[in-house]
């Protein structure tokens, strides 16, 4: 029986058999009998790892310790407010970080914890509800998620795909002036603007889907 464990792009967490392209955690959420409660997080630090570290076998819901989320790719963790990992996944937290900084710009690049709390005021209420924002179509960067058809959509170059936990559908095209509901945080909209390149399910580029992550 799958584990609650899997994550929306609205956020959420319910269960699905589909293997995820990358792991994530916001604390531990979950108790006896490896089951979630009402919580959906424990801290403000949400973020988005690899599946495997130095050959490391992790439990992926040890007693009080952390509870290891899944994504279907990256698109789907930033959607939900997630971002990249400073320690397993160094190289693509710094481009992040540095995408960030020039969308914002600033001083300096931002810490984590900035961050970090900038992310949870633009990606959650306190009822648990995703934040979304009406943005016009053609203003939106690859790689940001929209709500659409009472699902989500992967924005990419021209057009959308449909998302499921297996991958995306085939590209449908949305007119530039059309006004979208879109899930992704503007912080990480800023970010994707400014060249931030999130690694995609093979799918969103017509490519096998047994094959690994792909970045445009």
């Known amino acids: 029986m799958p584990l609650q464990n899997r994550v929306l792009p609205t956020g959420e967490i319910i269960e699905s058999p589909a293997r995820g392209g990358l792991m994530g955690n916001r604390g531990c959420l979950h108790g006896q009998g490896r089951t979630l409660g009402v919580t ?76 970090d709390h900038r992310l949870h005021h633009e990606r959650v209420r306190r009822t648990r509800e995703q934040i979304t924002r009406r943005v016009r179509f053609g203003d939106l960067p690859a790689g940001a998620m929209i709500a659409r058809d009472g699902g989500s959509a992967l924005v990419v170059p021209g057009s959308v795909r449909t998302w499921s936990f297996d991958g995306y559908g085939e590209p449908e095209a949305v007119a530039d002036s059309e006004v979208v509901e879109v899930r992704t945080p503007p912080a990480t909209l800023g970010a994707l603007a400014e060249g931030y390149r999130p690694w995609v399910h093979p799918s969103a580029v017509d490519r096998s889907r047994d094959a690994g992550l792909v970045r445009w």
């Open 40 to 115: 959906r997080w424990r801290s403000t630090l949400w973020i988005c790892c690899t599946l495997t570290w130095r050959d490391v076998r992790r439990d992926v819901m040890p007693p009080g310790r952390w509870t290891a989320l899944f994504f279907l790719d990256e698109a789907t963790s930033l959607a939900a407010g997630h971002r990249p990992c400073a320690y397993c996944r160094r190289a693509d937290y710094l481009d992040y970080a540095r995408a960030w900084w020039r969308a914002e710009g600033g001083a300096r690049r931002p810490w984590a914890a900035e961050m």
